[in-house]
């Protein structure tokens, strides 16, 4: 093969595959659509044309039909007038428009015959054309559903790719240190305002207040440390106010009997004080001890 058969294919090979991508399916089957309606119609007008032929043979051998009858009629009319050589000639020229009729007779139903294999075609033309729509219509559906199936496999394709989450994982770095630089720009102005001082005092004194007190409370509670002075006692209930009550009750009872005994004392003589001093009250406490035990 020489370099310019070559050349020439390579040449065709390239336009052909441009033509091949240029195509869009739905544009070039409603071209093919196009040149078949444009078919289609000159179709009619062919098949209009090979009727008016058959139409018209079919008049003109009515007419030399008719023709052929006139001349017979005139015949006759001649013999009947006694005059036979011009009966003779009518006769020659109704054979004349006879054999002029039989021929367009022939020729006419040629042309029928013709006609109605021409109007098969146009049928079977429209018909192919009605179909040729149905198929045009389903494959441009098949087409807008191909193209949306790999739009999607296109976004899937997309979404797959680790570059669109490491965009994603860059952005949230620099929001962070975006974050990072605004509190201390922050922090920073504080300083340089002198807030940062004041600022610790507040929240030293704003927090740690109420867990020191409810510390404290706990520990009260527990019997390991005073209640603090601000805190409310905690509510008694039935039961520990009744032994409250009792416990009440036996000081008051104590504090009688310590009146009792002191009055009892003051009516002593110090004669009476001495004598009890004397005695040895050891052994009735011992008494008492056993008793109780």
Same mark, same amino acid.
């Given at each position: 093969?020489?370099?310019?058969?070559?050349?020439?294919?390579?040449?065709? +090979?390239?336009?052909?595959?441009?033509?091949?991508?240029?195509?869009?399916?739905?544009?070039?089957?409603?071209?093919?659509?196009?040149?078949?309606?444009? %078919?289609?119609?000159?179709?009619?007008?062919?098949?209009?044309?090979?009727?008016?032929?058959?139409?018209?043979?079919? /008049?003109?051998?009515?007419?030399?039909?008719?023709?052929?009858?006139?001349?017979?009629?005139?015949?006759?009319?001649?013999?009947?007038?006694?005059?036979?050589?011009?009966?003779?000639?009518?006769?020659?020229? /109704?054979?004349?428009?006879?054999?002029?009729?039989?021929?367009?007779?022939?020729?006419?139903?040629?042309?029928? %015959?013709?006609?109605?294999?021409?109007?098969?075609?146009?049928?079977?033309?429209?018909?192919?054309?009605?179909?040729?729509?149905?198929?045009?219509?389903?494959?441009?559906?098949?087409?807008?559903?191909?193209?949306?199936?790999?739009?999607?496999?296109?976004?899937? %394709?997309?979404?797959?790719?680790?570059?669109?989450?490491?965009?994603?994982?860059?952005?949230?770095?620099?929001?962070?240190?975006?974050?990072?630089?605004?509190?201390?720009?922050?922090?920073?102005?504080?300083?340089? +305002?002198?807030?940062?001082?004041?600022?610790?005092?507040?929240?030293?004194?704003?927090?740690?207040?109420?867990?020191?007190?409810?510390?404290?409370?706990?520990?009260? /509670?527990?019997?390991?440390?005073?209640?603090?002075?601000?805190?409310?006692?905690?509510?008694?209930?039935?039961?520990?106010?009744?032994?409250?009550?009792?416990?009440?009750?036996?000081?008051?009872?104590?504090?009688?009997?310590?009146?009792?005994? +002191?009055?009892?004392?003051?009516?002593?003589?110090?004669?009476?004080?001495?004598?009890?001093?004397?005695?040895?009250?050891?052994?009735?406490?011992? /008494?008492?001890?056993?008793?109780?035990?």
């Amino acid at each position: 093969m020489g370099i310019f058969s070559r050349l020439g294919t390579l040449i065709k +090979s390239n336009i052909n595959d441009l033509i091949t991508k240029a195509e869009d399916p739905e544009k070039m089957l409603n071209q093919v659509l196009l040149e078949m309606q444009q %078919q289609l119609v000159e179709a009619k007008k062919a098949v209009a044309v090979a009727i008016a032929d058959e139409k018209k043979l079919q /008049k003109q051998y009515t007419a030399e039909v008719d023709k052929a009858k006139e001349w017979e009629r005139k015949a006759m009319v001649a013999v009947r007038a006694g005059d036979d050589a011009l009966a003779r000639q009518a006769l020659v020229r /109704k054979q004349e428009h006879e054999n002029v009729a039989t021929q367009f007779q022939q020729q006419w139903i040629a042309q029928k %015959q013709a006609v109605e294999k021409l109007k098969d075609a146009l049928r079977l033309l429209n018909n192919k054309i009605e179909e040729a729509k149905r198929k045009k219509n389903i494959l441009i559906a098949r087409k807008k559903r191909a193209e949306a199936q790999q739009q999607i496999a296109n976004t899937m %394709q997309g979404l797959g790719d680790t570059s669109a989450f490491d965009t994603f994982d860059r952005m949230a770095d620099r929001i962070a240190l975006m974050e990072a630089e605004a509190e201390a720009g922050a922090e920073l102005a504080g300083e340089l +305002s002198g807030d940062t001082l004041e600022s610790k005092f507040l929240a030293l004194e704003a927090g740690g207040g109420d867990e020191d007190d409810a510390l404290a409370e706990l520990k009260a /509670k527990m019997g390991l440390l005073e209640a603090p002075k601000g805190a409310a006692a905690p509510q008694l209930g039935a039961g520990a106010k009744a032994a409250a009550d009792g416990d009440a009750a036996d000081a008051d009872a104590d504090a009688a009997d310590a009146g009792a005994a +002191s009055a009892a004392a003051s009516s002593l003589t110090a004669e009476d004080m001495k004598e009890l001093e004397d005695l040895d009250l050891s052994e009735l406490e011992a /008494k008492l001890n056993a008793k109780d035990a």
